[in-house]
């Protein structure tokens, strides 16, 4: 039966698939049809208003849920709702930066698994402190609001994303064209 109650992930990573393939794709051409024709980056970023509510309130009812005995359903909805939240967050991201920068994308997604593994180790290598000291609902609140801070960036992206880009421009250029001069890129 805890075998089973993973096909809630597996049922929050299909529906995160189609909600930053399908949906995510055709919110970003309303996006731009709104913004006279013009696509940027930062359309892409509204698909994480979804996981900046979706993320707390899962974690929120996991740990709530765990700490006062919550009928097993709920813990399985919860389930679901932290795999789609990842997996959003994780898609959209990587959809950002190729549509940013697609010429060093090869290097950006790099940096993006080197980080995501080092924050994999942190979490898992400092959960169990953390749960002890607090317990399921303080933990797992704590752990909510930390998702609805980074859930929550998106909003800046938004707001300061392009002239971020703009401002880096030509140290961007430089770099491709250090890669193409070094054989790493094609010009």
């Known amino acids: 039966m805890v075998g089973l109650s993973y096909l809630a ?3 929050g990573v299909i529906a995160a698939a189609l909600y930053t393939g399908l949906i995510s794709d055709w919110m970003t051409l309303k996006l731009a049809r709104r913004n006279k024709g013009i696509f940027e980056p930062e359309q892409r ?3 994480f208003a979804v996981t900046t509510i979706v993320l ?7 740990g709530v849920g765990a700490a006062h005995h919550v009928h097993w359903f709920g813990l399985i909805v919860a389930m679901c709702g932290t795999a789609f939240s990842n997996t959003c967050g994780i898609t959209l991201s990587v959809n950002y930066l190729v549509d940013s920068y697609r010429d060093i994308s ?3 997604m790099t940096t993006v698994i080197i980080i995501r593994n080092t924050m994999s180790f942190a979490i898992g290598y400092g959960i169990t402190p953390w749960l002890t000291n607090l317990g399921y609902q303080n933990c797992f ?3 909510a609001f930390v998702g609805l801070a980074a859930s929550s960036v ?3 992206m938004t707001w300061r994303g392009k002239s971020l880009r703009e401002m880096y421009r030509i140290k961007y250029w430089e770099l491709v064209k250090k890669q193409i001069d070094m ?5």
Not at 56 to 61: G, M, R, V
Request: glycine share 18%; with cysteine; net charge negative.
């Open 141 to 143: 609140i704590s752990a």
């Open 56 to 62: 707390p309130a899962s974690l929120i009812l996991w």
């Open 45 to 47: 970023l509204w698909g």
């Open 106 to 108: 090869g290097d950006g």
């Open 9 to 11: 992930c597996m049922v």
């Open 183 to 187: 054989g790493m890129l094609h010009g």
């Open 154 to 156: 998106f909003l800046l």
